[in-house]
């Protein structure tokens, strides 16, 4: 093997090491951030009861400094009560009273390296049917229409 080719070798591997190197160094901190681990209600859930309040949950400990939890209905209507309370790594947000529909949850914390996080979550309360939206009456003296 010629000093050359030696030469043209450790240029490729330093090149090699390298590379490696800084796709760790990259990739680490990426690694890192905080993410949402767990929901309650779960993300896309259909409820037969309203909760009561959202919980989140991170794989690190957040913080609520210029956070917030939001949760609305489809019409755009907030049902959050006081400000989300914060213990460690676990957000909980009171609702007010929920009726049946579809709702999001929209939060965002902060994470302790200082990096927002934020994030959709989507539920439903279904109905359980146990009261119809609306009952026509019909007076003693007439017949009901039949249905079509």
Same mark, same amino acid.
């Given at each position: 093997?010629?000093? $050359?080719? $030696?030469? *043209?070798? $450790?240029?490729?591997?330093?090149?090699?090491?390298?590379?490696?190197?800084?796709?760790?160094? *990259?990739?680490?901190?990426?690694?890192?951030?905080?993410?949402?681990?767990?929901?309650?209600?779960?993300?896309?859930?259909?409820?037969?009861?309203?909760?009561?309040?959202?919980?989140?949950?991170?794989?690190?400990?957040?913080?609520?400094?210029?956070?917030?939890?939001?949760?609305?209905?489809?019409?755009? *209507?907030?049902?959050? $009560?006081g400000e989300p309370q914060v213990v460690g790594s676990i957000?909980?947000?009171?609702?007010?009273?929920?009726?049946t529909g579809a709702y999001e949850i929209s939060y965002r914390?902060?994470?302790?390296?200082?990096?927002?996080?934020?994030?959709?979550?989507?539920?439903?309360?279904?109905?359980?049917?146990?009261?119809?939206?609306?009952?026509?009456? *019909?007076?003693?003296?007439?017949?009901?229409?039949?249905?079509?």
């Amino acid at each position: 093997m010629t000093l $050359r080719s $030696r030469a *043209v070798r $450790r240029v490729g591997l330093a090149g090699v090491g390298c590379a490696v190197l800084g796709l760790a160094l *990259v990739a680490a901190p990426a690694a890192a951030h905080n993410e949402l681990i767990a929901s309650n209600p779960a993300d896309k859930a259909v409820l037969d009861t309203a909760p009561t309040d959202v919980v989140l949950e991170f794989d690190q400990p957040v913080q609520t400094e210029f956070g917030l939890v939001a949760v609305f209905d489809a019409t755009g *209507v907030h049902h959050e $009560r006081g400000e989300p309370q914060v213990v460690g790594s676990i957000v909980t947000q009171a609702l007010g009273a929920l009726g049946t529909g579809a709702y999001e949850i929209s939060y965002r914390v902060g994470s302790a390296d200082g990096h927002p996080i934020t994030g959709t979550l989507t539920f439903t309360v279904a109905s359980t049917g146990s009261t119809p939206e609306a009952t026509p009456k *019909v007076s003693s003296g007439s017949a009901a229409p039949s249905p079509t």
